[in-house]
T-cell receptor
Framework: EDQVTQSPEALRLQEGESSSLNCSYT??????LFWYRQDPGKGPEFLFT???AGEEKEKERLKATLTKKESFLHITAPKPEDSATYLC???????????FGKGTKLSVKP | GAVVSQHPSWVICKSGTSVKIECRSL??????MFWYRQFPKQSLMLMAT?????????EQGVEKDKFLINHASLTLSTLTVTSAHPEDSSFYIC????????????FGPGTRLTVL
């Protein structure tokens, strides 16, 4: 069964304290792994797409990496405005179905 | 570009009534639209996939007679929750893809439904 598991469920960091979020997945035929940011009461905001093991992408303080079984979202020197829930999703099938993890709620304190 | 809107952003209704939620792609033509439901502290769960002019494909366990989806144009899809009950209270989010790349999905801001 296709599955996406994110850890930790919640993460509290001090401003400037770097850390990583994990997304492990089990899917037959990975067609893409996605990272989104979701603020309370809002829809997901696209961050990255990764397609193959070894691929890395960066955007400001965020860096996403992908292996054959998991993906990491590295946050370098986070700021309070980085506080949000970060969602990981994998694409399966030919219909564009995304399977989402439950997310990691990140809180960055000043 | 690639903006998706939803209307209303929140709605409160009485048990037994029907509620319609609209999803619009504002600056592109959406070949496929997706409807998700998200309960508190849970992941987004795909409910159905709809293509313009054809019947929606529902995920297993989603009642198609209860959640009516209409995708009448390339910029508009609607989700109607019929005879809503308190257990239908949730956050409903749509997404839209353009062109042939189903991997590129743009999400709407969501609609909070509360059924009393």
């Amino acid at each position: 069964e296709d599955q996406v598991t994110q850890s930790p469920e919640a993460l509290r960091l001090q401003e400037g304290e770097s850390s990583s979020l994990n997304c492990s997945y089990t899917v037959s035929g990975l067609r893409g792994l996605f990272w989104y940011r979701q603020d309370p009461g809002k829809g997901p905001e696209f961050l990255f797409t990764l397609y193959s093991a070894g691929e890395e992408k960066e955007k400001e303080r965020l860096k996403a990496t992908l292996t054959k079984k998991e993906s990491f979202l590295h946050i370098t020197a986070p700021k309070p405005e980085d506080s949000a829930t970060y969602l990981c999703a994998v694409l399966r099938g030919s219909q564009g179905n995304l399977i989402f993890g439950k997310g990691t709620k990140l809180s960055v304190k000043p | 570009g690639a903006v998706v809107s939803q209307h209303p952003s929140w709605v409160i209704c009485k048990s037994g009534t029907s509620v319609k939620i609209e999803c619009r792609s504002l600056d592109f033509q959406a070949t496929t639209m997706f409807w998700y439901r998200q309960f508190p502290k849970q992941s987004l769960m795909l409910m159905a996939t709809s293509n313009e002019g054809s019947k929606a494909t529902y995920e297993q366990g989603v009642e198609k007679d209860k959640f009516l989806i209409n995708h009448a144009s390339l910029t508009l899809s609607t989700l109607t929750v019929t005879s809503a009950h308190p257990e239908d209270s949730s956050f409903y989010i749509c997404s839209a893809s353009r062109g042939t790349s189903l991997s590129e999905q743009f999400f709407g801001p969501g609609t909070r439904l509360t059924v009393l």
